[in-house]
């Protein structure tokens, strides 16, 4: 019998992804006879085409909750080819929109796969959280302690989509909160040795970068005491966002690259920061890897945050070949964070 | 040793209705133990804290609830034999139904194989209750007690054909079932095996035993190798396993729980006492069973020990182990037993044991072990080698290997070494990959033996897919597998489990939702398939099925492909985009040829084969290559001829549909030369085709007349005098094409009838271009052979109103009408309607084509719902002798509720029902043979009744008794005329039979016998 005491470092490979999106998409006409905004508006400024959402925008009841969401993009990763549900070791899940505070809702998605008698973890994070649940991931299997892991991310930003609200005279920064975010989910399996889909997890990129600044980005929430506070339940600073995120996306490429000692022409595709489709277009330009096939998904599926990262490698996998290099950027602009990861197909 | 499979589990045991419970108990280390039911026997009147002669110092122990509870309908057993039953072996029987359908089989699939029956049991205390009131020993009391039956009853009720047996070793019994289990499916004896082990204890004598031998735990509980153990505390269970071959269950895509690597049984001989534990002999059967397995005992992770509980028993066992163990190097092998949950449950201990380790290979995770907190430091565990499981052990990934003991009071000693499944065996491989299938939906299924039954196994069925994530395709597709062969079936489409699950439900709320989606096939399915015409086409027509059914889109490509060089554009291409050139004829034809074609083709690949074939005008082609008698390239070539050669027409034709009958018609037709009759679609409907002025003036007559015509959105003057130039060059082409005799036979709407042995050749193609389209007479002549169900082939139904405007042949009900196709928003969904439609009418679907092959994966389910509403039990609990019989039990086989019996049974002699004296008392005679208690006269005496020789024999006496005039019966006069009880009725009336005792013979006595052999 082989003992795993002997292995060194293992890299993780990447076996399977699964996505899901809740119901049909929701276009910018529908979204502005609901919500009363301008579809010429959405269009040109922010961008993006489509998004999907959880709660039914006629009635605005829940269909879906986050763990829904999860577990169907985890049950399609788990029914790849090459994967085995049992030899699952541990889940990583990475949300900004927890179902409930607790339980955490990586527990709810065990408990809908049939996993039982594993370690969960639950990464409290926005746009990073995925690349910081791959990066627990990793670290675990390099461990030599697991062999075969979860990786979820997913976000519900429906929450936040007040239906009863008229926003015909809100302000554009107001207004953005309401045609940008999406729902969704996506997962990985990682494991040990390069099976089904064989991508191997390069390296991942997780740093805190905003000692002393002002956040980007911020989410309350609300408890007893304090519910009826008239506070805002979502703040961005686009102004800075607008600024930063771009400048940032450069510096994250070219730490990657130089960490991985790939040279940019090496790179295949490059898998941007999703926020909108304007936004997104432009930092791509700043990235300016005019060889790499740029992999985005935000136009089509709305900023479903920490579900962007499985769309865009679900996207990537369709045409990467063996041999072929992807490097993802991500940002976190709440308390300005740097994230990214890299593949490569064996 | 060859590695054998565990591919099918099904138990019982204390605190734990079923596997799930099972698991769910161990892992919370949950206690199965309490008092003694009042059910079995008075623990009061038997105890005595001092363990006094003849009593026990506990009233506690692992009892299994409703052991009384036996569906004898489902196995159509007569309530008078249930009741005469063995409660071991009814649950044993329920049990080995459901654990092979766990292992993904339809237990009627094994009928007539050489499958293998082995069970271990210990406990024969029914036939001590029973056997010993001699004078109430009935022929159902033989069959219903003894050893032997509790395997030969599973291997009769499922027809299995191979080693059935049972064995007695104590304790070790269900182990070494399992050891003579292995061995015949190694020696190829049989290639699925059936393990079982049962115990129910029904009088206090082994606790007594235990009690008198100083080995009875006062709290009922076994404390395995804990500090506290202070003896044996019994339990009861039912278990029971599938075995095969595990290069046969990989080979068939089986789920595999565990393997075992290797097993052995030896005897301690004359050791230092016929029922002292004897280490000596433990560590030789353990190590017999590693070297079996090819194993090292350090490659074993955890052992599932014997682990009574008792002070001595304990001792050597861990001696036994150590002896293997003490030297391992690494971590110390994981010890634990269940008994710490359930007691020691005698006959079914080994397979409560073999079921544990290999749920836990299954899962991963090793439950802890109860009371292993407090360990036993004198037995030195750590110095052996060795660990409790104080915690559930989570077994790495990558295979584990587990050890299980079982040693017999009498020293018959089994080991077992079990193996976690490979990994592709865990997770079984798609079956037949490469061949195309899905619909774009799932079809769920569900058969059962009445609509209760169907109602309570939807529900169960409901409630497991709502409690997690599960992918539909591969549950319909095992709802398709597994539970199929009982008389009512249900079936139902659909595209999300949610759904599917709202939807079980509402059909088990709602007897007419429920009554729609279910069906008894009485015969075999006669299925028609009707290929629609000309005016049935619009632009992107089943392009929903193209989108969502890749089987649909396999033999639509594949026609596409064969008109393609005919056509010179690709047809499929058109037809999917929202193009109205499909409406011009020179692309109607070949689009709604490559449609039917493909719908047709997608029918039979799902096991939909049509007996007859119909196709209204064009729709002929479709049928032609279905039926064979056209080749699918020359069929696409004369079609696309046809089409291109009539878009050639000059312009000025048209069609004009009137509401009167080809005679009324005629009068105008004979008078217009350029007009002719279209198309006759039934008696007072009829097509006339040809000029469009002369049309109009027919038109105008007609409208005078009060009679209701209709132009037709046609392009041309199909099958009219205006078709004869294309004949001589179409001639040439299909002269090149030629066909052949169909052979299925095709009712032809030229010739207005089936035809006998006629070519579908070039002769009649051309004639079938300027001919009347005789579809009222075809359809006619179709009906009057009684199909069961009309297909519409087509992108949208227009035949089957027809058809149902045509006065019927026959009278009934008439055949069923099957829309694959619905039209526009038509996809998937329909299509596995329909499929649904067939198969609850009797068609055996070919399932797999249903589903992508990456849905072609086991998936369990869970295993049939019995009826827990009839209950048969001893008929007073067991009492101390000389204590007075008080009446304090349980009303013997009481319903659960009273007023929730059988509704579904009809009866001949309701209250107030005309008297028939004969009549009443055969059905007297019957319930008192049977046992029931409400039958009537379509009651089938085998198939419904469950009747065998030794109750016809039975029945031919009591009939002789009670009527008068049928002289001396003999059994062959009688087996002829017992199809049911009407049948034999009817033939004791032919014989002169009249009634000789008072009219109501029998009711009274009956309640006061059915009582009694109730609670035999």
Redesign the interface.
């Given at each position: 019998?082989?003992t795993?005491t002997t292995r060194t470092t293992p890299t993780s490979y990447l076996a399977s992804v699964g996505t899901a999106l809740p119901g049909d998409p929701v276009d910018n006409a529908t979204l502005s006879k609901v919500l009363g905004i301008n579809e010429e508006w959405i269009e040109v400024f922010i961008g993006t085409r489509t998004r999907y959402f959880a709660r039914d925008l006629g009635t605005g009841v829940v269909r879906w909750s986050l763990a829904d969401l999860c577990?169907?993009a985890a049950?399609r990763a788990l029914?790849a080819?090459g994967v085995?549900?049992?030899?699952i070791?541990f889940i990583v899940l990475g949300t900004a929109t927890p179902d409930t505070l607790m339980p955490a809702t990586v527990n709810h998605v065990a408990?809908?796969?049939?996993l039982?008698?594993?370690p969960t973890f639950q990464l409290q994070s926005g746009c990073a959280g995925a690349v910081q649940a791959f990066g627990v991931a990793q670290s675990m299997i390099a461990s030599g302690q697991?062999?075969?892991g979860l990786v979820i991310g997913g976000d519900v930003c429906s929450k936040h989509l007040d239906l009863q609200r008229d926003v015909s005279g809100a302000a554009p920064g107001d207004l953005v909160n309401y045609v940008l975010f999406g729902d969704g989910a996506g997962a990985a399996v990682l494991t040990d040795e390069p099976r089904g889909q064989g991508v191997a997890l390069r390296h991942v990129l997780n740093r805190f970068t905003g000692l002393g600044r002002a956040p980007g980005q911020v989410i309350e929430w609300f408890g007893l005491a304090d519910r009826y506070d008239d506070r805002q339940a979502l703040i961005e600073d686009y102004k800075a966002i607008e600024e930063s995120v771009p400048v940032m996306a450069v510096e994250i490429l070219w730490e990657m690259l130089g960490e991985l000692d790939w040279e940019a022409d090496q790179l295949d595709y490059l898998l941007p920061p999703q926020l909108s489709g304007r936004m997104t277009r432009r930092i791509t330009e700043e990235l300016d890897v005019p060889t790499a096939t740029d992999i985005s998904c935000v136009a089509d599926t709305g900023n479903n945050g920490n579900a962007l990262p499985f769309l865009q490698i679900e996207k990537l996998l369709e045409r990467m070949s063996g041999g072929e290099r992807a490097l993802a950027v991500a940002v976190e602009s709440s308390k300005w964070i740097k994230a990214g990861f890299a593949l490569e197909k064996m | 040793m060859e590695p054998v499979a565990i591919v099918g589990i099904d138990c019982r045991f204390p605190g734990a209705p079923d596997t799930g419970a099972y698991w769910d108990l161990m892992m919370r280390g949950a206690d199965g133990v309490g008092e003694v039911p009042r059910q079995r026997w008075d623990a009061k009147e038997f105890h005595s804290e001092a363990g006094e002669e003849g009593h026990s110092n506990t009233t506690q122990g692992g009892f299994i609830a409703d052991p009384d509870a036996f569906d004898d309908e489902f196995f159509t057993i007569s309530p008078r034999e249930a009741a005469a039953m063995d409660p071991q072996q009814r649950l044993l029987l329920q049990s080995a139904w459901r654990a092979v359908e766990d292992a993904g089989i339809a237990p009627r699939n094994l009928a007539g194989t050489s499958t293998g029956v082995f069970v271990g049991i210990m406990g024969n205390e029914w036939a001590q209750l029973h056997l010993t009131d001699y004078a109430n020993v009935t022929a159902q009391l033989g069959s219903g007690n003894g050893y032997c039956m509790t395997a030969n009853r599973i291997s009769y009720h499922l027809d299995l054909k191979g080693p059935s047996l049972a064995v007695d070793t104590a304790c070790s019994s269900s182990l070494v079932a399992a050891h003579l289990a292995v061995n015949a499916l190694l020696s190829e004896e049989c290639d699925h095996a059936i393990v079982g082990g049962v115990n129910v204890a029904l009088t206090p004598a082994l606790s007594i035993f235990y009690t008198q031998a100083g080995l009875s735990a006062p709290d009922g509980r076994c404390k395995p190798f804990s500090a506290e153990a202070d003896g044996i505390g019994r339990g009861e269970g039912v278990g029971v396993i599938v075995l095969r071959r595990l290069r046969d269950a990989i080979a068939d895509g089986q789920r595999v729980y565990a393997v075992i690597r290797g097993i052995a049984v030896n005897q301690d001989g004359r050791s230092n006492g016929l029922t002292a534990p004897n280490r000596w002999a433990q560590q030789d059967v353990l190590g017999a069973a590693y070297r079996r397995a090819g194993v090292e005992p350090s490659d074993v992770v955890f052992t599932e020990a014997h682990g009574t509980g008792t002070g001595l028993g304990d001792m050597m066992e861990v001696k036994a182990l150590g002896h293997h163990h003490a030297d391992r190097g690494g971590k110390p092998m994981a010890l634990g037993s269940v008994k710490g949950n359930l007691g020691h449950t005698e006959g079914a201990a080994g397979i409560a044991g073999l079921i544990k380790v290999a749920l836990s290979l299954h899962h991963r995770v090793v439950p802890a072990s109860r009371f292993a907190a407090k360990e036993n430091k004198q037995l030195k565990l750590r110095d052996h080698g060795l660990r409790l499981l104080k915690a559930p052990l989570r077994l790495p990934a990558g295979p584990t290997v587990a050890g299980l003991s079982s040693f017999g009071m009498g020293g018959t000693n089994a080991h077992a070494v079990l193996e976690s499944a490979p990994g592709h065996a865990a997770r079984p491989e798609p079956v037949n990959g490469a061949a195309p299938g899905g619909v774009g939906a799932a079809v769920f299924t569900l058969t059962a033996p009445n609509a209760e039954a169907l109602r309570r196994n939807l529900l169960a069925q409901a409630d497991a897919a709502a409690a997690r994530r599960v992918p539909l395709g591969p549950l319909a597709r095992s709802s398709n597998r597994v539970k199929a062969g009982h008389r009512h079936r249900f079936a139902t489409a659909a595209t999300d489990t949610g759904e599917l699950v709202a939807r079980l439900r509402e059909s088990a709320a709602a007897p007419e939702l429920l009554d729609r989606l279910s069906g008894r096939p009485a015969g075999r399915p006669r299925v028609a398939f009707l290929f629609t015409g000309q005016g049935s086409q619009y632009p992107r027509m089943t392009a929903g099925l193209y989108e969502q059914s890749p089987l649909y889109r396999h033999f639509l490509d594949e026609a596409d492909a064969a008109l393609l060089p005919h056509t010179g554009r690709s047809v499929r291409d058109l037809v999917l985009a929202d193009d109205a050139a499909v409406h011009s004829t020179r692309w109607t034809q070949p689009a709604l040829f490559a449609v039917g074609y493909a719908l047709g083709r997608t029918l039979m690949a799902l096991g939909a084969h049509p007996g007859m074939l119909l196709g209204h005008s064009v729709g002929e082609f479709a049928a032609a290559v279905l039926a064979r008698a056209l080749p699918l390239d020359g069929a696409a070539r004369l079609v696309a001829a046809r089409g291109a050669l009539m878009q050639e027409l000059p312009p000025g034709g048209g069609m004009l549909s009137v509401k009167a009958s080809r005679e009324d018609v005629r009068q105008w037709t004979e008078q217009e030369p350029l007009v002719g009759l279209g198309a006759v679609n039934g008696p007072a409907s009829t097509v006339l085709s040809g000029d469009l002025e002369a049309l109009e003036r027919i038109g105008a007559k007609l409208a005078a007349e009060g009679l209701t015509t209709r132009e037709l959105q046609v392009s041309h003057a199909f099958h009219s005098p205006l078709m004869r130039p294309v004949l001589d060059r179409f001639a040439k082409i299909a002269a090149e094409v030629g066909g052949g005799v169909p052979e299925i036979p095709v009712y032809s709407t030229v010739r207005g009838r089936v035809l006998d042995g006629e070519a579908l050749d070039a002769s009649y193609w051309v004639e079938h271009i300027s001919a009347t389209v005789l579809f009222g007479d075809a359809a006619a002549a179709l009906l009057a052979e009684g199909p069961t169900h009309l297909v519409e082939i087509g992108p949208r139904p227009v035949l089957s109103g027809m058809v149902r405007r045509l006065d019927q042949p026959a009278a009934g009900a008439g055949p069923a009408h099957v829309l694959p196709v619905h039209g526009p928003e038509s996809a998937g969904p329909a299509l596995a309607e329909a499929l649904a439609e067939l198969y609850r009418g009797g068609v055996e679907p070919d399932w797999d084509a249903v589903y992508a092959p990456e849905d072609r994966v086991a998936h369990p389910l869970p295993p049939y719902s019995f009826s827990t509403e009839h209950r048969y039990w001893a008929r007073n609990p067991v009492r101390a002798p000389g204590t007075a019989a008080v009446a304090t039990a349980p009303a013997p086989a009481a319903h659960p509720e009273p007023g929730t019996g059988p509704a579904s049974v009809l009866t001949l002699d309701r209250p107030g029902g005309p008297a028939d004296p004969v009549a009443d008392a055969v059905l007297g005679a019957v319930r008192l043979v049977g046992g029931y208690t409400d039958i009537g006269p379509h009651d089938r005496l085998y198939e419904d009744l469950g009747f065998d020789s030794v109750m016809i024999m039975e029945l031919k006496n009591r009939l002789e008794a009670r009527l008068a005039g049928i002289g001396t019966l003999t059994v062959q006069d009688l087996l002829p005329r017992l199809s049911s009880v009407g049948d034999l009725v009817a033939f004791l009336r032919e014989l002169g039979a009249t009634v000789t005792g008072p009219v109501n013979f029998g009711t009274e006595e009956n309640r006061a016998l059915m009582e009694e052999e109730r609670t035999a």
């Open positions: 019998m082989t795993a577990a169907q049950e029914a080819p085995d549900p049992s030899e070791e408990d809908q796969l049939g039982d008698q594993i697991y062999r075969t | -």
